[in-house]
Each structure stands twice: as C-alpha cells, then as structure tokens.
C-alpha cells in the first residue's frame, strides 16, 4: 500500500482513482503504466522494501487482529 500511496502522490491524484486506472486496465488486459512510470515504481519499491512479486499474491493471507475483532 505503501508504494501505491506514494505513486498516487507523485502523480498528484488519490489512491482511488489510482486504483480505478489499475483495475480498469485490468479488466480490458492492458498494461497500466508506462515504462516511465514502472522505473518510478521500481524506485519506490527500492525506498519502501517492497520484494513481494505477482506470484507472491496466492500465497497471501490476512492476519486477524487479537484485539477480539475475530469472527464469531
């Protein structure tokens, strides 16, 4: 999230609307960035440490809070 908050700030719009684009590209099988705008997102991974990759995603899993937000 982190990275993606900070591409929206770089391209001066907000995360929803970022999203929107992304998801939007998506759905008709586009890529949805540039190849300039892919090296700014290499960069922000760089500063952010993000190593995750799109294979990553089957394997992710939400953690439950403890704080008795756990489904009954």
Known sequence: ????????????MS???LIEGIVLHAFEGQAPFSPATLETIDQL???YGLELR???????????EKSGDEPS
Not at 1 to 12: G, N
């Open 1 to 12: 999230m982190k990275v993606l908050k900070a591409l929206a700030e770089h391209r001066d």
């Open 15 to 17: 995360l929803g609307d």
């Open 45 to 47: 991974k760089r500063i």
């Open 54 to 64: 799109a294979a990553d995603s089957h394997r992710l899993t939400e953690m439950m």
